[in-house]
């Protein structure tokens, strides 16, 4: 069974960067496309980024293209987000999820894996 953890969130200013890791036990991640997802108190949860399996083709929210980066490490069992310029708006829990799906899902029930969250949290 693979199994997910976040890590790499905490307490930041406005326009400072973080990188969240997402590792995978269990099984190796390569042959798992991984989204990132957030979710906002009193918000439902949304798609941030997401990396397929095969060719590692991208995908972002409208919210943080350009801001963010979504790579991966399969050496490492690893997916990275990189975050630049972090907005309050961006305040959240993070999750990481997989699926074996080939193309990216933006929904969360196309991830059938999940992390438990890290928080991130942008002081304005």
């Known amino acids: 069974q693979l199994q997910l953890v976040e890590s790499g969130g905490g307490l930041v200013q406005a326009g400072d960067s973080l990188r969240l890791s997402c590792a995978a036990s269990?099984?190796?991640?390569?042959?798992?496309?991984v989204g990132w997802f957030r979710q906002a108190p009193g918000k439902e949860r949304e798609f941030v980024a997401g990396?397929?399996?095969?060719?590692?083709?991208?995908d972002y929210a409208d919210s943080v293209k350009g801001r963010f980066t979504i790579s991966r490490d399969n050496a490492k069992n690893t997916v990275y987000l990189q975050m630049h310029s972090l907005k309050a708006e961006d305040t959240a829990v993070y999750s990481c999820?997989?699926?074996?799906?080939?193309?990216?899902?933006?929904?969360?029930?196309?991830?059938?894996?999940w992390g438990p969250g890290t928080q991130v949290t942008v002081s304005s």
């Open positions: 269990g099984r190796t991640l390569d042959t798992y496309t």
């Open positions: 990396i397929t399996y095969i060719g590692s083709n991208t």
């Open positions: 999820a997989a699926d074996r799906r080939l193309r990216l899902g933006l929904t969360p029930n196309a991830y059938t894996y």
